[in-house]
């Protein structure tokens, strides 16, 4: 059974870091496209970052330059760290996969079939 679990989550204070993790069981990453998601209360849940399955990354506006998502293929793992977080990164985060390329883009929550369950994010000013 395909299986994605986060962890990582927390509080911290503005301009803090944390590094999110997302283990897979039941599957490879092989020839998938990975991604973050995020969704604060009252709004839609929001694309933050992807892997695609060529290796390559992709970032929603409002994160370039702060977050960085990696992968290890040997721990089936993807990674988020999170750097100079903001009140508005506040939110609970999600892993998901796609079984196929996002074509380098991040693309919204409904092309991707397999999710975890999240992990909550909160940044206080």
């Known amino acids: ?18 590094r999110l993790s997302c283990a897979a069981s039941g599957y490879t990453y092989s020839g998938y496209c990975m991604g973050w998601f995020r969704q604060a209360p009252g709004k ?7 892997f695609d399955s060529d290796g390559s990354a992709n970032y ?10 990696s992968k290890d293929n040997a721990k089936n793992s993807l990674y988020l760290q999170m750097n100079s977080l903001k009140p508005e990164d506040t939110a609970m ?7 196929s390329s996002c074509w380098h883009i991040v693309l919204p929550q409904h092309q991707f079939n397999r999710w975890g369950q999240g992990t909550q994010v909160t940044v206080s000013s």
């Open 60 to 69: 929603a506006d409002s994160v370039k330059g702060r977050f960085t998502i």
């Open 93 to 99: 985060y999600y892993c998901a996969a796609r079984p």
């Open 1 to 18: 059974q395909v299986q994605l679990v986060e962890s990582g989550g927390g509080s911290v204070q503005a301009g803090g870091s944390l």
């Open 44 to 50: 839609e849940r929001e694309g933050v970052a992807i």
